[in-house]
């Protein structure tokens, strides 16, 4: 679609990098944390699904509604307003004692991060030229990745030296830097502003009532990440119960193995940025990318069997690899096929599909364990995986089969079924 007329402004993305990375560590530092004193306290499972469920029904739910506020309004009002919220809903949470009032509280600070998220995403692209997005996609996913790697591993410290204050307030800094990011960052999108981005040659296509379930490969891909992540999601509640519990490890060790899989996004998000700068084909692309997904399930079936928490480290690692290459590649092609004008509603749809899939996976996490073991809910998140990628292939085929017919001006073949109508054929606007 449209990308930067001129020079990249890698000085604009650097300062999205340096905000995404701290206000990340500051995300999994509070949720690492609010998790550990959840399972210290005696938690079950119920408790940990209810607290990822109140940090992620915002982001789905508010979908709509912020990604059309990032489509209209000035990205930089937005990330200063929202980052000021943000830092003062984490500074109460820090004192607040009573579980309900946490929870509001929490799903207030997700409620900002719904905001912010599609601003930041969609802003990326416009700051940089189309043969640069694949690096300034990796560099995003870097920032996320070490904020993520940091967080939980500074968690495991903190909680078991100060409690869980130190970590809260720390968090409520950290929103600071999207703040700073929003008042220094020249590239502004949203409210009266024009695009400062050109069309790319052969790639540009009208915003006027476009919608992401018109793209069948677009389609493909986020029905894709939402059923794996439906299936998998669980994991995230399972972890800690399989971690400390099963295996027996201390809170740091928990941090540490959960980091593994961040420190392998990192490394995933540049092996395969320059292949996604390569892959100029969007159907081979999102070929590769279900190819990335089934890669992260399989590791999360190989570690249900191992007997100590260190031999989960290189599963996880080659898992969050996967997941890193896959998260690069979805990036470049939803920036690649979505009009400059509704990237922010694009973004925040892809967003929305996975936070909902996530909180089916919390939800049938925190039931699961009270009539399973976390051993068992580890292989069968791997398994149930697999098994959505494998049911998603044939329909995502014949959609790239259809998009390559219309390129070359060939008859498509009829479509058999509604479900491959939803993935084979655009869909007309309403």
């Given at each position: 679609m449209?990308f930067?007329?001129g020079p990249?402004?890698w000085?604009?993305?650097w300062?999205?990098?340096?905000?995404?990375g701290?206000?990340?560590?500051g995300?999994?530092?509070a949720?690492?944390?609010?998790?550990?004193a959840?399972?210290?306290?005696?938690?079950g499972g119920l408790a940990?699904?209810?607290l990822m469920l109140?940090?992620?029904?915002?982001?789905?739910v508010l979908a709509?509604l912020?990604?059309r506020?990032?489509d209209r309004?000035?990205?930089?009002l937005l990330?200063?307003g929202a980052?000021?919220?943000?830092?003062?809903?984490?500074l109460?949470?820090?004192?607040?004692?009573?579980?309900?009032?946490?929870?509001?509280?929490?799903a207030?600070?997700?409620?900002g991060?719904?905001?912010t998220?599609p601003?930041?995403?969609a802003?990326?692209?416009?700051?940089?030229r189309?043969?640069?997005l694949?690096r300034?996609?990796?560099?995003?996913?870097?920032?996320?990745?070490l904020?993520?790697?940091a967080?939980?591993?500074?968690?495991?410290v903190l909680?078991?030296g100060?409690?869980?204050r130190?970590?809260?307030?720390?968090?409520a800094?950290s929103?600071?830097?999207l703040?700073v990011?929003?008042?220094?960052?020249r590239?502004r999108r949203?409210?009266?502003?024009?695009?400062t981005a050109?069309a790319?040659?052969?790639t540009?296509?009208?915003?006027?009532?476009?919608?992401v379930?018109?793209?069948?490969?677009?389609?493909a891909?986020i029905?894709?990440?939402?059923g794996?992540i439906?299936?998998?999601a669980?994991?995230?509640?399972?972890?800690?119960?399989?971690?400390?519990?099963?295996?027996g490890s201390s809170?740091?060790?928990?941090g540490?193995?959960?980091?593994?899989?961040?420190?392998?996004?990192?490394?995933?998000?540049?092996l395969f940025?320059?292949?996604?700068r390569?892959?100029t084909?969007?159907?081979?692309?999102?070929?590769g990318?279900?190819?990335l997904?089934?890669?992260?399930?399989l590791m999360i079936?190989?570690?249900a069997?191992?007997?100590?928490?260190l031999?989960?480290v290189?599963?996880?690692?080659?898992g969050?690899?996967a997941?890193?290459?896959a998260?690069?590649f979805?990036n470049?092609?939803?920036?690649r096929?979505?009009?400059?004008?509704v990237?922010?509603?694009?973004?925040a749809?892809?967003?929305g599909?996975?936070q909902g899939?996530?909180?089916?996976?919390f939800?049938?996490?925190?039931?699961?364990?009270?009539?399973?073991t976390?051993?068992s809910?580890v292989a069968?998140?791997?398994a149930a995986?697999?098994?959505?990628v494998?049911?998603v292939?044939?329909p995502?085929?014949?959609?790239?089969?259809?998009e390559?017919a219309?390129?070359?001006?060939?008859p498509?073949a009829p479509?058999?079924s509604?479900?491959?109508?939803?993935?084979a054929t655009?869909?007309?606007?309403r």
């Amino acid at each position: 679609m449209s990308f930067a007329s001129g020079p990249s402004r890698w000085s604009d993305v650097w300062l999205v990098t340096a905000a995404r990375g701290t206000s990340t560590c500051g995300d999994f530092l509070a949720a690492a944390a609010l998790t550990l004193a959840l399972q210290s306290a005696g938690a079950g499972g119920l408790a940990v699904s209810g607290l990822m469920l109140a940090a992620t029904l915002p982001l789905a739910v508010l979908a709509p509604l912020t990604g059309r506020l990032a489509d209209r309004f000035d990205s930089r009002l937005l990330l200063v307003g929202a980052g000021l919220a943000q830092a003062a809903v984490c500074l109460a949470l820090a004192y607040a004692g009573h579980p309900a009032v946490v929870i509001a509280l929490v799903a207030l600070l997700a409620s900002g991060l719904a905001v912010t998220q599609p601003v930041l995403s969609a802003l990326v692209p416009n700051m940089v030229r189309a043969e640069d997005l694949p690096r300034a996609a990796a560099l995003n996913q870097t920032a996320g990745t070490l904020g993520a790697l940091a967080g939980p591993a500074l968690a495991g410290v903190l909680v078991g030296g100060f409690g869980t204050r130190v970590p809260l307030l720390l968090d409520a800094a950290s929103y600071l830097a999207l703040v700073v990011a929003g008042l220094l960052i020249r590239t502004r999108r949203g409210g009266r502003r024009h695009p400062t981005a050109a069309a790319t040659p052969g790639t540009a296509a009208p915003a006027v009532g476009w919608r992401v379930r018109q793209d069948p490969l677009l389609v493909a891909m986020i029905v894709t990440i939402a059923g794996v992540i439906a299936a998998v999601a669980a994991i995230n509640v399972v972890e800690v119960f399989f971690i400390r519990e099963t295996l027996g490890s201390s809170t740091t060790m928990y941090g540490l193995v959960t980091g593994a899989w961040t420190l392998g996004i990192l490394i995933g998000a540049w092996l395969f940025a320059r292949l996604a700068r390569r892959l100029t084909d969007d159907g081979r692309m999102l070929g590769g990318y279900l190819a990335l997904i089934a890669g992260c399930c399989l590791m999360i079936l190989l570690s249900a069997a191992v007997p100590t928490a260190l031999l989960l480290v290189p599963f996880w690692l080659l898992g969050g690899v996967a997941n890193g290459g896959a998260n690069v590649f979805d990036n470049v092609l939803l920036a690649r096929r979505v009009p400059e004008a509704v990237r922010g509603r694009a973004y925040a749809a892809l967003s929305g599909s996975v936070q909902g899939a996530s909180m089916v996976g919390f939800l049938l996490g925190g039931l699961l364990l009270a009539v399973a073991t976390p051993r068992s809910l580890v292989a069968a998140c791997g398994a149930a995986g697999l098994l959505v990628v494998a049911l998603v292939v044939p329909p995502v085929i014949r959609a790239i089969r259809t998009e390559q017919a219309v390129a070359e001006g060939r008859p498509t073949a009829p479509v058999t079924s509604t479900k491959d109508a939803e993935l084979a054929t655009p869909v007309p606007t309403r």
